[in-house]
């Protein structure tokens, strides 16, 4: 019988076990793995033989800065802003005293690294009496700053790759999930943007709905560059250099202007149909529940806005293609 | 567990079960939120700006000149908040507290920004100090490269004193306090007994008169420098023309500038002399390089006269001859300046000294300056271009070019000699000398674009009440054999300590390698074990090395950013002080946390010297009765040590002169001026101060003819005046048919320096193997390609190394960088496994050693991830074990130019770095050498040791100077 199945184990004792793996977790996000570390997520299975700290390492850099941002903000906020969440998680930090050093870039106090080492704090303070059982301080934060975009977070990382890290998030969210089922009070659900009649508003153009796409509190889901770059290649398009918005924008004006828009549409489609699917599986495998259930809402409304996007050049506009005055000619209805 | 699939309690339950078990660690806050101090333990972490708080904008001048043009304002120092370029393309503020110090790499003193974090007080970085008069903002790789070195993961963080053997590798840590009062007691008690019991031998002091104070006080004549392995050839030839012992070309505005060596990219004054040479070329400066080796600086000169080693004099008496032929030099500046009358009066009838020209000595017997062109001519008719292109092997065409370079600068020749041939050649402080004498020729000499003297243009101010001379002569260091030496043969202390000459009680190694960098290693090794002659070792070091290894006490002394120190340099035609400073240390007193000792805020235990040496000095005399201690008292309560704020504010209120007045305009007292600046110019620019002072020699005129040569046992025409010497590697001393070869050891690189920077990883990436240069025809005879194995024999063993085969090298000649090939002896302890090698010391017993190499470079675990990225194996071979010393008889250098008996292919029992020596050879060729000089007990013209005239680091009175009563071997 292991720990968590053991009755009779004092719940102080498991949030000392959580605060640890919390704590190893933070601290590979923030600042790396070195040696001792690297032998800790060997112990718990969280790399193989093969992974070295160099390979950590550049998949850190690949991961996490160059691929998903691990910020509340990112996946929350309407602007899609890494920091954005600054406030709402400060006030978590604020009511367990927990005043954490802004130690390196990563340090915007929505960045998961961060949310870990509170996580490792409160679950700490658990283990040393100093809160008690029935606080609940620890499940409204998973709930509210946690939970409402990990699985996301998971999903989008999971499709840059197999790798340490993408497998270290699953087995993050695995364990929050479970460390929240044993946390006390009802679930809330993550508040999302609201449904947005984007394609109605006159000044919408191919740029603002690249906008949208990528914000993942609208879209429900992250673009990552590979996923733009995969949809134009699969689609035999280009999609340039620069920013993720220069990126989709320009893979979307060049496939207005090529007539593939099409075949855009369905490659769209197919990756938020996949996302929504890995979303169920999620639910179904840790109850994730009321977590889930926005971002799935959020999928929906996106995948209506690509369906949209064929009927969207009959209407009778000088250029709803593009913000800047066009010289191109929109495909046939 | 069933047989099924593991369900999701099971999976996080076995998690929970395996971090709980006993040992795994972790239960250490995440994030601290406040100062800490990571270095030798940790990455440092670094805290970030309110959001609110923006970047402020760089300052943009246009200075017109070579000055840094954007820079943070000094007004925003206290307080400079950027976005951190790591960062990027995130934008996230920074909070620096911006405090400058002075590099502590090389002795070029540059300006360094630390950028002090103001949440943990971490570094960031080191940047360049826009204020700094000499480095103007800007740096060489090793500046910033400071950082590396402060958060080496192998620093030495504590105090150790040995236990079991010397050289056994055991240590145990111990506080400050025991350290002080066990060194202090073994002081006093030598100090009791005798005035050349202690012994501190420095490296390359980085600082100006602070330690030289201490020693004084201390009565004793304890001082030993580095200088006569690297400068004392060319001192001395500085020396005998005006005083001076170190040349300042104003490089900037030269018109030709005329370098012999690489000294473009690793000369003397590396960066500030750099950035003014570039300056210089790109208003249309031409530069002339002599050099074996194609260099940076030769590929960038306009002239590369690739000369045999030792062959420099002739060439620049070639020069010097063309200009006298011609009377195109500056009659006006040499009949003013020169003592030519003294050469007419006393230099013929000495030996190869021609007669008086018949038409010399008008009617009242007075020799008349146009006497003196006659002789002039006479002297140095014989050096010609053809002869010059023979001897040194370079193209005559690219001779007279130079002569014609030199001729059309008029006064302004910047010139400059430094390590390369007054170093390597016996006889090499001619090679300054005749340099010098093209200033001369020129009346280049303190003008504009010309060459002053380091006096001119460096500022030391007076120290903080000076204690009197002390009367003591130490034979270990200026032994009777070299009254001329500049300065201590501190090479030799081995093969005196060898030959009986006596025996040090206190031996202080202060940032300094002896045993890897001096010649003859082995001898060093046989000195540093055995406890009958060296008495208590101890060495003052920020990093390991593989002297302090044999030491009795290793002391963490701190890096540019730990300590203070006041320095300046000649570094152009101006004088300006620079201030190091502890960063930490500043930026917390700014924030308002006082610190008491610098070793509060440095890492670990790591200290500085300034405070150490106060607190050694006060315990050697605890009760005053030595009359040390008054000289350590605070002026505002003399039962207390004085601090460095006391010491400082003195110095800077009482001795610069201008500091004061600069400091009140901004409502600063002097101390926090240099605090906020890290540095003062005292002086923008200092043209031709002999006009109101004279030249700082006997005769206060520039010494064409040396009296003191011919006075103190060196009569002949070719030490009385400047002319070639035979080197002992010119080309008829090497047997090329029998496949002899000249070794060229030491030349730098831009990204090195000796012994300091194997801690630093950015420096190692770029340089971290010397192989042996070889020319294509040299490797072809011998058979070996570019990677393969050659072993080098010398005069006392040999060592293996790699060949880069490559033609900018001269047919004839092997060379090798400088820095390289660092080792040792325990695989965990005394180096970084990535810039040292593993190795295994054996002996014969009778003088035979062997160096041999168990494991070469490789990437080792830290906190710090890079160490797990190093990519390189090779870390070079020590080649100077296996240089036999060549101690010029004049000067005291060590001529570094090595005979290389044979170079062959290796064998196939020969491993990369290999070294066998066979110190009995050693003292055999030392022996050789010691038969060339003249003693001042057979020379001496007054019964004096030393002329007076000449300078010595620290002058003890003139009652020391008496020649001894039982001169050693006399
Ligand atoms: S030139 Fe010397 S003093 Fe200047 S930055 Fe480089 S190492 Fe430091």
């Not at chain 2, 070794?743 to 690189?749: A, G, H, T, V």
């Not at chain 2, 055999?924 to 060339?932: C, G, I, K, P, T």
Request: proline share 8%; glycine share 8%; charged share 25%.
């Amino acid at each position: 019988m292991t720990l968590a199945q053991d009755p009779s184990q004092d719940p102080r004792v498991l949030a000392l076990a959580y605060s640890r793996l919390y704590a190893v977790l933070a601290r590979a996000l923030l600042r790396g793995v070195d040696a001792r570390m690297l032998a800790q997520l060997r112990e718990l299975d969280w790399v193989g033989p093969g992974d070295g700290l160099e390979q950590l390492a550049t998949q850190l850099h690949a991961t996490f800065e160059l691929g998903v941002f691990p910020y509340a903000g990112v996946f929350l906020d309407p602007d899609a802003q890494a920091g954005a969440c600054a406030d709402r998680v400060r006030g978590f930090y604020a009511r367990a005293g927990f005043s954490p050093r802004p130690v390196n870039a990563e340090l915007a106090p929505d960045h998961l690294g961060v949310e870990l080492a509170f996580m490792a704090f409160v679950s700490r303070a658990h283990a040393d009496g100093r809160l008690g059982p029935s606080s609940p301080l620890l499940a409204e934060f998973l709930d509210a700053c946690v939970l409402a975009y990990l699985p996301s977070l998971v999903i989008a990382a999971r499709e840059l790759g197999e790798g340490a890290w993408p497998t270290m998030l699953n087995e993050l969210l695995e364990l929050v999930a479970a460390q929240r089922a044993t946390l006390p009070g009802p679930r809330a659900a993550p508040s999302l943007c609201p449904a947005q009649a984007l394609l109605d508003d006159a000044r919408t153009g191919l740029r603002e709905i690249a906008a949208y796409l990528l914000t993942p509190a609208r879209s429900g889901v992250f673009l990552t560059r590979a996923d733009i770059a995969a949809l134009a290649r699969s689609r035999g398009l280009a999609r340039g250099f620069g920013s993720r918005l220069t990126m989709l924008d320009n893979l979307l004006r060049g496939a207005v202007e090529y007539g593939e828009l099409d075949k855009l549409r369905a490659g769209l489609d197919e990756l938020l149909a996949r996302r929504d699917h890995r979303l169920v599986e999620l639910d179904q495998r840790l109850e994730l529940g009321p977590a889930i259930e926005p971002w799935r809402a959020a999928i929906a409304r996106t995948r209506e806005l690509v369906r949209a996007l064929h009927r969207a050049p009959s209407r009778d506009r000088a250029d709803p293609w593009t913000s800047k005055p066009s010289t191109t000619t929109p495909p046939a209805p | 567990m069933s047989g099924g699939p593991e369900t999701l309690a099971d999976k996080v339950g076995r998690l929970l079960t395996k971090v709980l078990r006993p040992g795994f660690g972790g239960d250490e806050p995440v994030i601290a939120s406040e100062q800490t101090n990571a270095a030798g333990e940790a990455l440092p972490s670094y805290g970030a700006a309110e959001p609110s708080r923006e970047p402020v904008s760089l300052l943009e001048v246009d200075h017109g000149d070579g000055r840094m043009s954007r820079y943070p304002p000094p007004e925003r120092w206290d307080d400079w908040v950027e976005w951190d370029a790591k960062a990027w393309p995130r934008k996230i503020p920074r909070r620096y507290s911006l405090v400058p110090t002075i590099c502590f790499n090389c002795e070029s003193a540059c300006g360094l920004l630390a950028y002090v974090d103001k949440t943990t007080f971490e570094i960031r970085k080191f940047e360049g100090n826009p204020a700094h008069p000499g480095s103007r903002g800007r740096n060489c790789a090793k500046g910033p490269a400071t950082h590396n070195q402060i958060y080496d993961p192998e620093r030495i963080l504590y105090p150790l004193k040995r236990v079991g053997a010397r050289g056994e590798g055991k240590w145990k840590r111990v506080s400050w306090d025991e350290a002080l009062d066990d060194i202090a007691a073994k002081m006093r008690q030598s100090r009791e007994r005798r005035r050349d019991g202690i012994m501190y031998h420095v490296g390359r002091p980085g600082e100006d008169h602070y330690t030289n104070r201490c020693i004084t006080a201390w009565g004793v004549d304890g001082h030993n420098s580095h200088t006569n392995i690297c400068s004392s050839g060319a001192r001395v030839g500085y020396a005998l023309w005006t005083g001076c012992d170190r040349p300042s070309p104003d490089h900037a505005n030269a018109r030709v500038i005329l370098l012999i060596s690489s000294h473009l990219e690793t000369g003397h004054y590396f960066n500030p002399h750099a950035q003014r040479i570039i300056e210089a070329k790109s208003a249309g400066a031409k530069i002339i390089t002599l050099d074996p080796r194609l260099s940076n600086t030769a590929a960038r000169s306009d002239l590369w006269l690739p000369s045999w080693p030792g062959s420099e004099s002739v060439i620049l008496l070639a020069i010097a001859a063309h200009l006298i032929r011609r009377r195109s030099y500056d009659r006006e500046f040499m009949r003013r300046w020169v003592n030519w009358d003294q050469l007419l009066r006393e230099g013929p009838g000495l030996p190869g000294m021609p007669d008086l020209p018949a038409s010399a000595a008008g009617a009242e017997g007075e020799l008349s300056f146009e006497d003196f062109e006659a002789y002039l001519e006479r002297l140095y008719g014989e050096f010609t271009f053809e002869q010059a292109a023979e001897a040194s092997q370079v193209p005559i065409e690219r001779i007279e070019e130079a002569a014609r370079l030199v001729e059309g600068a008029g006064s302004r020749l910047a010139t400059h000699t430094w390590r390369s041939a007054s170093i390597g050649n016996r006889g090499g402080w001619q090679v300054a000398r005749c340099l010098f004498f093209l200033n001369v020729l020129t009346g280049s000499v303190g003008t504009p674009g010309g060459t002053s003297m380091n006096a001119w243009n460096k500022f030391v101010p007076k120290p903080f009440a000076s204690p009197p001379a002390f009367e003591a002569w130490n034979e270990l260091q200026l032994p009777h054999e070299w009254p001329l030496a500049f300065f201590e043969m501190s090479f030799l202390l081995p093969h005196f300590l060898a030959e009986g000459r006596g025996t040090v009680d206190v031996y202080f190694t202060r940032v300094y390698n002896p045993m890897w960098i001096n010649p003859d290693g082995f001898m060093w090794l046989e000195a540093l074990r055995d406890e009958d002659k060296l008495g208590l070792h101890v060495a003052l070091t920020p990093t390991w090395n593989e002297s302090a290894w044999f030491a009795d006490y290793v002391l963490p002394m701190g890096h540019a950013g730990e300590r203070h120190d006041l320095m300046s340099q000649e570094t152009h035609a101006g004088q300006w002080i620079g201030f190091r400073q502890p960063v930490r240390r500043v930026a917390l007193e700014r924030a308002g946390r006082p610190v008491q000792f610098t070793h509060e805020a440095n890492p670990g235990k790591v200290w500085e010297e300034a405070e150490f040496w106060v607190e050694l000095s006060w315990r050697m005399d605890p009760d005053g009765s030595l009359g040390i201690r008054e000289w350590f008292a605070s002026p505002a309560d003399p039962s207390r040590p004085i601090t460095q704020d006391e010491y400082w504010a003195h110095v800077f209120e009482h001795s610069v002169p201008g500091l004061p007045e600069a400091a009140a305009a901004e409502e600063l007292s002097p101390l926090a001026y240099m605090r906020k600046y890290g540095c003062f110019e005292v002086l923008r620019s200092n043209y031709t101060p002999y006009e109101a002072e004279g030249f700082a020699t006997p005769s206060g005129k520039l010494e064409l003819f040396s009296p003191t040569m011919r006075d103190w046992g060196w009569p002949e025409r070719e030490h009385v005046i400047p002319w070639p010497l035979d080197s002992h590697v010119s080309p008829a001393n090497i047997d090329r048919d029998r496949g002899q070869m000249l070794l060229l050891p030491n030349f730098r690189l831009p990204t090195l320096i000796h012994t300091r920077s194997a801690n630093a990883k950015w420096l190692y990436e770029i340089s971290h193997a010397n192989p042996v240069w070889i020319h294509p025809s040299d490797a072809g005879r011998i058979g070996v390609q570019s990677g393969e194995l050659v072993r080098v024999q010398t005069e006392i063993g040999y060592f293996v190394d790699k060949v880069y085969v490559t033609e900018g090298i001269k047919p004839g000649i092997i060379a090798m960088s400088h820095h390289l090939g660092r080792w040792r002896l325990a695989s965990d302890m005394g180096g970084n496994p990535g810039m040292s090698a593993l190795a295994q010391l054996d002996e014969d017993g009778e003088g035979g050693h062997a160096l041999n190499i168990l494991e070469h470079g490789r990437a080792w675990d830290s906190f710090d991830p890079d160490t797990a990225r190093i990519w390189w194996q090779d870390v070079g071979v020590h080649q100077n074990l296996t240089h036999a010393v060549h101690p010029d008889p004049i000067s005291g250098a060590h001529c570094w130019l090595q005979k290389a008996l044979s170079v062959r292919k290796a064998g196939a029992s020969d491993r990369h770095g290999d070294v066998h020596v066979d110190t009995r050879k050693s003292m055999a060729v030392y022996r050789q050498w010691h038969a060339l000089t003249r003693s001042a007990v057979d020379h001496s013209p007054d019964g004096t040791r030393r002329p007076w005239w000449l300078k010595r680091p620290l002058k003890p009175t003139r009652a020391a100077y008496a020649l001894p009563e039982e001169p050693f071997g006399r």
